[in-house]
């Protein structure tokens, strides 16, 4: 099946410059006028020049006249399987109570681990496909989701199912992390290490051999998991197969930074608190810093992670969601694009830069999707943008027209 994307304005395709892309060359987007892409079998064949081939050379033609092809948008970083609402502490926290104060006297992520725990499977299933429409909608085409509101064995695994399952319905792809150690559960209270234990001894290598997770994440925070609970989980994440992501310096500086380096984490996500130790350590490795100014809004933070000193360090900069009933309702990444630059001073070039190739880059796929080029899966976006640099200026906004996903149109609001 072969069929042609013609008559498109400009093709943004985001594959210049050496990936994971880091300094100078996060402003390089590959800017193209007068090209028409053809796709064979779900696979991006060529981008070429207008008129190549016309309708007899192909199955079918689309027209995008008018419209900026973009790779489909990754988000690598959310939390975006879980059942039931957390409604009540977004207004809670507006009145002075902080996430942690909320997480400590049992609400916060103990409330979505009670929704998961009593929710079937196809509760879950049910609920989660529904947002993951929203991500459509957004542009979004691949999506990082941690597990970590289970907290048991079984519960944990039934998430890992859902989020593998979710890439089967030929909408969003998924890429599953195992958060095993994402709060301590009320059966464990007081018991820290016992739980530790059970994630490290039971939880990972029965994931790993179930092949049902590609990451393993640690929240590593005052009141969630230390430095030395997560050298335990990423030895034996390490040591079964499992790349480590870390929930790092998000409220408090834990100095996780260390560690990650140590297991050549697959990134390290959050990053307020990092000082300049750890952007200088972190510039040596190809460990991605996934920034998530999302949370810092909706937490009322009023601080946001060095993206500057970051990206002027030479570190590689993705940015994403963090999706999530509690700490950050928010599912768009054009949201999260102005946000990071309103207040984290990024250029637009950097913040595509960082919602495609950096953050497929991050989830292990930047073979397959983030950019638009010759043998990637076709997951093309076509967003109204007479100006390039409007994508992050209308505020709340969603530039997105069309999404093709394995090449083929899932979505047109033309
Ligand atoms: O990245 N900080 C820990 N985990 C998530 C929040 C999850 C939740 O509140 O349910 C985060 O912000
Ligand atoms: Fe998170």
Redesign the pocket.
Known sequence: MRKLFKDIARVVSMDEGDVPKRGGDLSKIGLRDGVDILIENGVIREIFPSGRYGASDVDAVFSAEGLTALPGLVDS?T?SV?FGS?VDEFYERTRGKT?LEILESGG??LS?VKSVRNASYNDIEAFSSGLMDSFIENGTTTVEIKS??GLTEKDEIKMLEVISNLSKKGTVDTVPTFLGA?ALPDEYKNKKDAYVDLVAEKMIPQISQNRLAKYCDV?C?KG?FSVSDARKIAESAVGNGLRMKF?SE?FTRSGTTDLAVEFGASSV??CIEMNEQDIEKLSKTDTVMIL?PG?ELVLNQNKFAPARKAIEGNCVVALAT?F?????PIQSLWLIGSLAVLKMAMSFEEVLNSITVNAAYSAGIQNRAGMLKEGLQADIIFVEAPYLNELFYFVGSNPVKIVVKNGKVIRSVL
């Open positions: 970083h939390h879980f957390r996430y916060g992520i979505t970590g509101y994402h929240f925070e969630a929930h998000q996500d959050h998530l949370s963090d999530n009933p509690g700490s950050c």
